[in-house]
């Protein structure tokens, strides 16, 4: 029969504007946080990242923000641009003695309007 | 520096047919992982290599084996294929580095293996 598959959610934006995409995490005890970027048929790739002993770091045109009480992570792109449009993921890192080991959030879509 | 390789690109099983996909990477990066991704949702880690010689399971390992076979290759192999490992299957690699205030553990991927079981 026909599967359905699990729609991601969706934001759409014109181009100019900024974008904020939003990611809640689980684990009070994650000490690295990373934001990659997927554009479709390639593997994820790396935007910025943040450690939990900071709650903003800035790059080119992306700032990741986190908020450790509410365990919350967000991505700001300032003036988005068609090439922005992709699939979003922020992962929460664990590091154990054997190595850091990533968690992926579902993903955020980001559409961008000409 | 070509970064993480995976082999084949695209792949088309029967269920019960066996297969090993390969990865390597040329950063001499000490951790390897593999994820799938299913349609609509993120990665989730099959197995992992924090380093040579040394291998875990991630979240779904069931139906998986791996080989860490030196510092540069990490194999995955399937058994005995079932339509539910139909999926999109990337492999990482990993080193911490440490810069100013802060380490960092971002993981490079490859372009991924997209297996189709009927």
């Known amino acids: 029969g026909e599967s359905v598959g699990l729609h991601l959610p969706t934001l759409s934006v014109q181009e100019g504007d900024n974008s904020i995409i939003n990611c809640a995490y689980s684990?009070?005890?994650?000490?690295?946080f990373i934001w990659y970027k997927q554009e479709s048929g390639k593997g994820p790739q790396f935007i910025i990242d943040?450690?939990?002993?900071?709650d903003k770091r800035q790059g080119q045109r992306v700032t990741v923000l986190l908020n450790k009480t509410v365990k919350h992570l967000s991505l700001q792109i300032a003036a988005t641009q068609p090439g922005d449009s992709a699939v979003y993921f922020c992962?929460?890192?664990?590091?154990?003695?054997?190595?850091?080991?990533?968690?992926f959030g579902t993903g955020t879509q980001l559409k961008v309007e000409l | 520096n070509a970064g993480v390789t995976q082999t084949p690109k695209f792949q088309v099983l029967k269920t019960g047919q066996s297969m090993t996909l390969q990865c390597a990477q040329d950063?001499?990066?000490?951790?390897m992982y593999w994820y799938r991704q299913d349609p609509g949702m993120g990665l989730r880690l099959i197995y992992y290599?924090?380093?040579?010689?040394?291998?875990d399971k991630g979240e779904v390992p069931n139906g998986y084996n791996v080989s860490r076979l030196n510092k540069r290759e990490f194999s995955l192999r399937l058994e005995s294929a079932a339509p539910s490992q139909t999926s999109v299957y990337f492999c990482?690699?990993?080193?911490?580095?440490?810069?100013?205030?802060?380490?960092?553990?971002?993981?490079?991927f490859g372009p991924g293996t997209r297996l189709t079981v009927t």
């Open positions: 290599s924090a380093s040579e010689g040394t291998t």
């Open positions: 950063m001499n990066h000490n951790s």
């Open positions: 990482a690699s990993s080193e911490r580095t440490s810069g100013g205030v802060t380490s960092s553990y971002e993981q490079y």
């Open positions: 992962a929460e890192n664990l590091l154990t003695g054997g190595g850091n080991k990533l968690t």
């Open positions: 684990n009070s005890a994650s000490d690295y």
């Open positions: 943040i450690r939990s002993n900071m």
